[in-house]
């Protein structure tokens, strides 16, 4: 007679199976369903991932075991009657013949990859003001420092699979420990070879911690093979501290273009591509025209491409910013989204004037840059930090670093 745990171990595999064939079918994985995000840290209204509703059983345990594999396993001792071996070997078949080559690429080299996931570190500018000398979280503050840190965080990537915690939004990139160096140049080693770097710019209510690992996030999302830097300002990390955050950008500027200047003239670094994102665009525009005034022609040669992703700027401020750096603004990407309700606001508290990220395409394509219009892309509520949270749109700033800036089939 079939037993309750027989009937269990038949449910277990059947999911697991299911699973493997809708996944297998849509080529999606649990995290990049459209809208899934990434639980972030120290941020209020995160979002989960979808749950898949598979139980603990259809989880990879790391040794290359697929949940169909363990839950064939769970039937040894269990005296399982041959009516129900036959469906669990069933479900296991059908799952096989979908998964085979998947998971034969799977024990493969992985050649895609970004090159954070094999080299965890990251390397950082701040010119937050240090807690407790950056040694255990949260490492930087809130406060504006005298002078800037330059430093490497050693991180820990979420462990990979199928169903791995991290497809589900229960695990994520983590800081271990950081180490603080004396200059930018101390970051780099030119015995290395030339390195493309990507340097990622935060925006409003964004902790250390968030901005750190949100450059992560962006690295690993967009397969970036190169180092992976952050340039982190003072945030409050407050809904209702937006003039203050505000006001800490622009006073990082000058710092900015310290860290452009040293990266651009580093002998271990090839080009240089930044994305930007929110507020993170006013201060990185302010600091592109400065470095672009004080080492002209150098700019466009070795930084590669610029991507502002919702910016936040006032849009007669940027016009006149654009005019300033010439042909340069045509290595800018800009992501924009009329649907973006955080740009709304902002729009609101400037008295009325419209925001670059909410602003018409035509308007943006006037200036000479490259415009991506991402409002059919977003489906939440708030829909400002697709660049994270929308794997279209990650496509996107990789295309563009690869100098093709376009939404796949325009």
């Known amino acids: 007679m079939p037993t309750s745990h027989d009937d269990e171990v038949v449910r277990t595999a059947s999911q697991c199976s299911s699973v493997d064939m809708h996944y297998k079918s849509t080529g999606m994985e649990p995290s990049s369903m459209r809208g899934a995000k990434i639980p972030r840290d120290g941020r209020t209204g995160a979002l989960l991932s979808p749950r898949s509703g598979i139980s603990e059983g259809c989880r990879n345990d790391g040794g290359g075991r697929s949940g169909v594999a363990r839950a064939i396993e769970m039937i040894i001792p269990t005296g399982l009657s041959r009516r129900n071996m036959l469906r669990v070997l069933a479900s296991g078949a059908s799952a096989f013949a979908l998964e085979g080559c998947a998971s034969l690429a799977g024990t493969a080299t992985r050649f895609d990859v970004a090159e954070l996931t094999t080299n965890p570190t990251l390397l950082i500018a701040t010119t937050r003001k240090p807690v407790n000398g950056a040694r ?34 229960m695990d994520d990139w983590r800081i271990d420990a950081i180490e603080m160096a004396p200059k930018i140049g101390d970051l780099l080693v030119p015995a290395a070879g030339m390195r493309d770097v ?66 651009i003239t580093s002998p271990a670094v090839g080009r240089v591509h930044i994305v930007a994102h ?32 919702s910016p936040d700027i006032d849009m007669d401020v940027f016009s006149s910013s654009v005019q300033r750096i010439g042909p340069f603004a045509q ?80």
């Open 278 to 309: 929110s507020v993170g665009t006013m201060v990185t525009m302010e600091a592109i025209r400065q470095i672009y005034d004080r080492h002209g022609g150098m700019v466009a040669e070795r930084i590669g491409t610029v991507v502002f992703a």
């Open 331 to 410: 290595n800018i990407t800009v992501i924009t989204s009329t649907n973006d309700r955080a740009l709304a606001v902002s729009r609101w508290m400037a008295g009325g004037i419209n925001r670059v990220g909410a602003a018409e395409h035509a308007e943006l394509k006037r200036l000479g840059l490259h415009v991506i219009d991402a409002s059919k892309q977003g489906w939440g509520i708030i829909n400002h930090d697709l660049f994270l949270s929308n794997a279209q749109i990650r496509e996107v700033i990789r295309r563009a670093i690869d100098g093709q800036p376009r939404l796949a089939g325009d």
């Open 136 to 169: 255990a979280k949260p490492w930087f503050g809130s406060e504006r420092a005298a002078r800037m840190s330059i430093a490497r965080a050693k991180l820990a990537a979420p462990e990979e699979g199928r169903f791995s915690l991290a497809s589900i939004g």
């Open 198 to 263: 990507l340097l990622y710019v935060h925006g409003f209510n964004q902790t250390f911690e968030t901005a750190a690992l949100d450059a992560a996030r962006l690295s690993n999302g967009i397969r970036f093979r190169g180092e992976t830097m952050v340039f982190s300002w003072p945030s409050k990390a407050q809904l209702f501290d937006y003039g203050y955050d505000r006001e800490s950008a622009m006073w990082s500027r000058d710092a900015l273009e310290q860290v452009l200047s040293g990266l």
